[in-house]
């Protein structure tokens, strides 16, 4: 039971992520990634506040778990920035595809630290779902070595290993403390982080002209982004990492489906194809754990 509760919540993540990306990356273009990130980050903390204050204390504790909780918030940080620049320097066309490669981080570090194993099916299955995920993703006419040198590529392969390592810590946290603290503390890491860039460039007038001239868009964002994290972080706990990273990831394809009907993109037939693929995927691992 706990298991199929576990895959809802991945599930419930991965609507979350689909919405959220696509309204991140329009404040990308709006107001900058450093800003993006800080109004985020500061509206999980402010929300999280009230549910986690009597517990943090004990995260100065013996055997508290703050560690595990450090490494998901810098590592969190680190990905967060590398794949906002990876935005900012390159084409969504071009640098979404990478994002699949976050599933097999976090499976591969699962498997390291906790030892966490998945049968050859899964496996399977996990790897269809993330060729299907890079198809859908992919939107030029045809795929070349030539990819790997169009700009941001490299910053954002980079990005997505690093997330991958953030889902897993992120995972092992919430395992180790609980889901809502775990997400808190990751906000922190990136409030202070990007306060301190924004604090030296001195860019906090602008940004809270943004916030005052986007509020519908910069609010529904961080709605959306954070109740991913806190429904991945409970995921995480109740079902196994590497699961519960590859249905969460499938964000992927409720973007695209957001594009399709929103902005009103057309697909490239390796596009469809990859839709069909990951979505019979997707339903596939669910069927197989739930």
Not at 47 to 63: A, M
Not at 199 to 206: I, M, R, T
Not at 250 to 257: E, H, N, P
Request: glycine share 10%.
């Amino acid at each position: 039971m706990s298991t199929s509760i576990g895959i809802l919540c991945a599930l419930g993540a991965m609507l979350c992520w689909g919405i959220g990306d696509f309204l991140i990356q329009r404040s990308l273009r709006k107001i900058g990634d450093w800003e993006t990130l800080f109004i985020i980050a500061s509206f999980g903390c402010i929300i999280l506040l009230p549910f986690v204050w009597s517990d943090l204390p004990s995260l100065f504790g013996p055997e508290s778990g703050r560690t595990i909780l450090t490494g998901a918030g810098i590592a969190l940080f680190i990905a967060a920035i590398l794949e906002f620049e990876a935005l900012r320097r390159g084409k969504i066309s071009v640098i979404e595809p990478t994002w699949s490669l976050e599933i097999p981080a976090s499976v591969f570090f699962a498997y390291i630290i906790l030892g966490e194993t998945l049968d050859i099916f899964q496996l399977l299955v996990i790897g269809v779902l993330i060729i299907g995920l890079f198809l859908v993703s992919y939107r030029g006419k045809a795929f070349s070595k030539k990819f790997f040198l169009e700009r941001g590529v490299l910053i954002s392969i980079a990005g997505a290993i690093m997330m991958g390592i953030a889902n897993f810590f992120v995972g092992w946290g919430a395992r180790e403390t609980d889901a809502l603290t775990t997400s808190f503390v990751i906000s922190l890491f990136s409030v202070v982080g990007s306060g301190i860039f924004l604090l030296a460039q001195g860019k906090f007038k602008k940004m809270f002209r943004d916030i005052r001239d986007n509020p519908k868009l910069l609010t529904t964002m961080s709605i959306f982004d954070n109740v991913a994290w806190i429904a991945f972080a409970f995921a995480m706990t109740l079902a196994p990492i590497g699961v519960a990273a590859a249905l969460s990831e499938s964000y992927i394809i409720i973007a695209v489906i957001l594009g399709l009907f929103v902005n009103k993109e057309k697909l490239e037939r390796h596009q469809k194809f990859g839709l069909c693929v990951a979505v019979l995927s997707a339903i596939l691992l669910v069927t197989q754990i739930g």
